[in-house]
């Protein structure tokens, strides 16, 4: 072969020190840029049977105002299209947030003491939306980092149908018909409304405060009071002191709220447990907090805090509980609830709701 001859073999060239050029990057390079580009590694969904399932509509967790004006004014095309536009525009918290993000916090101290346990709170997303509004929905969730993997968009129909697949513990919606459609059901579940004013609550321990009757307990002590004054309702709870209520709508929340507090106290936290519950109830200590304590008590449960009021008004005292949600089942008491920045939820369950009485604030059809 001449010299140059271009079939002549060549021996490979050692490469210069720092000669890599742009089109061939370092692997390093390669696989930090990849990395980059991946999601963020969250930790394994529980399996729905084995967890505590938190169901929450979007407006719920998100403030939806400006949607929800569209949707009603406009329509569903317009409201869509509306979403589609805007779907890069994270929303605002609403009034579920913060109790979203405490339950994510006692999540991780789960985690922590039982990294194999799924007997964590499990949140899915249930709403009545169209499946285009999922990736502003997506898009939000991702920019707050919420751990939120499980989504039902039912595009207008009424997700309650889904709530028993996903074992649901307790549902929050702004849509107080879709609420009733739960209780009717046999599903914890309430109607969440925002407070008058933000009030600053705790990012270690998640908060949480009940009503007593038709909320823990049956409707049966305010059905005499009603029947039959407070004087009959106060000889009745004593006769019957020792005979435990009927259970309510929320007994089994606050069941399975206990039960994941035992899984502190068995390793010595009591007293740093990330779950505090408590009894915010009307009735008198004297004359009928007894009954209450002790129907707790007949279930194998408790609350951390009993505060019986006695008629007072409620919202002085949840200002200073500073709870992430307190349950009624009068709007009277979540009307104050709200008015001291507590965010209040109403409970639409026993004699209480006939007549059924205004709610503090508007509800209209939703794209939940």
């Not at 979203?100 to 709170?121: G, H, M, Q, T």
């Not at 549902?171 to 004013?197: C, H």
């Not at 009591?270 to 200590?285: G, N, W």
């Not at 500073?322 to 008491?333: E, G, V």
Request: proline share 7%; charged share 25%.
């Amino acid at each position: 072969m001449e010299l140059g001859d271009p079939r002549e073999p060549r021996e490979p060239r050692e490469p210069r020190p720092g000669a890599e050029t742009a089109a061939a990057p370092r692997w390093e390079e390669t696989k930090t840029f990849y990395d980059n580009l991946a999601p963020k590694k969250k930790p394994k969904s529980p399996k729905p049977q084995n967890a505590v399932t938190i169901a929450v509509s979007s407006r719920a967790l998100f403030r939806m105002d400006e949607e929800q004006r569209i949707y009603t004014e406009q329509g569903v095309e317009e409201y869509v299209r509306y979403q589609l536009e805007h779907e890069n525009e994270p929303f605002s918290p609403g009034p579920a947030f913060p109790f979203v993000k405490a339950l994510e916090a006692v999540n991780r101290r789960l985690r922590e003491l039982y990294p194999d346990s799924e007997d964590i709170f499990d949140i899915v997303l249930v709403t009545n939306n169209h499946a285009q509004v999922g990736v502003r929905l997506i898009n939000s969730i991702n920019h707050y980092d919420l751990f939120i993997e499980r989504f039902c968009m039912t595009g207008g129909n009424s997700p309650i149908c889904y709530l028993k697949a996903y074992h649901t513990n307790l549902y929050l919606s702004a849509d107080a018909e879709k609420v009733r459609e739960a209780i009717d059901e046999g599903i914890a579940a309430a109607t969440i409304f925002s407070p008058s004013r933000d009030v600053a609550v705790s990012q270690n321990q998640l908060r949480v405060a009940f009503d007593g009757d038709a909320v823990l307990f049956s409707d049966e002590s305010e059905r005499i009071v009603k029947a039959h004054g407070l004087d009959r309702f106060f000889e009745h709870e004593k006769a019957h002191e020792n005979k435990p209520l009927a259970q309510g709508p929320l007994k089994g929340f606050l069941e399975a709220l206990g039960r994941l507090q035992k899984k502190f106290y068995s390793k010595g936290l009591r007293l740093e447990c990330p779950i505090r519950t408590y009894l915010v109830t009307a009735r008198s200590a004297a004359s009928s907090g007894a009954r209450a304590l002790k129907t707790l008590r007949s279930w194998g449960l408790e609350t951390d805090e009993a505060l019986f009021l006695a008629g007072a008004p409620k919202g002085p005292l949840l200002e200073k509980i500073r709870p992430h949600i307190f349950f009624d089942d009068q709007m009277f008491h979540v009307a104050g609830a709200q008015e001291m920045g507590t965010v209040a939820a109403h409970v639409p369950y026993g004699v209480a709701q006939t007549p059924q009485q205004a709610a503090p604030a508007k509800q209209a059809p939703s794209a939940q």
